[in-house]
């Protein structure tokens, strides 16, 4: 079993960064991919970056050239390294990962507020 711990996010400026981090504990060698998630009040969750193991990322459209995802193996950690950031980037951000029998499992969510 594998259990996630996140931690960053806050409050910012427009124009602002913020880092959040994920730690993935128990049985993570069945993990393939780490990825972050949002969801704004009142809207689905939407994908913001994924990683797979071998350092493939996949980026949202609102997240190219803003956000950075990265992972450490070695930590089984993830980090989203958001820049420039956005009022319409405030949801509440969630790291999942996926195992490669396709489980998901989900953080428990942290909250990023962007002021304008």
């Known amino acids: 079993q594998v259990q996630l711990v996140e931690s960053g996010g806050g409050l910012t400026q427009a124009g602002g960064s913020l880092r959040l981090s994920c730690a993935a504990s128990?049985?993570?060698?069945?993990?393939?991919?780490f990825g972050w998630y949002r969801q704004a009040p009142g809207k689905e969750r939407d994908m913001v970056a994924v990683?797979?193991?071998?350092?493939?990322?996949n980026y949202a459209d609102f997240a190219q050239g803003r956000f950075t995802i990265s992972r450490d193996n070695t930590k089984n950690t993830v980090l989203l390294r958001m820049n420039s950031l956005k009022p319409e980037d405030t949801a509440v951000y969630y790291c999942n990962t996926r195992t490669y029998t396709g489980a998901e499992l989900w953080g428990q969510g942290t909250q990023v507020t962007v002021s304008s």
């Open positions: 128990g049985n993570t060698f069945v993990i393939n991919e």
């Open positions: 990683v797979s193991r071998s350092g493939d990322t």
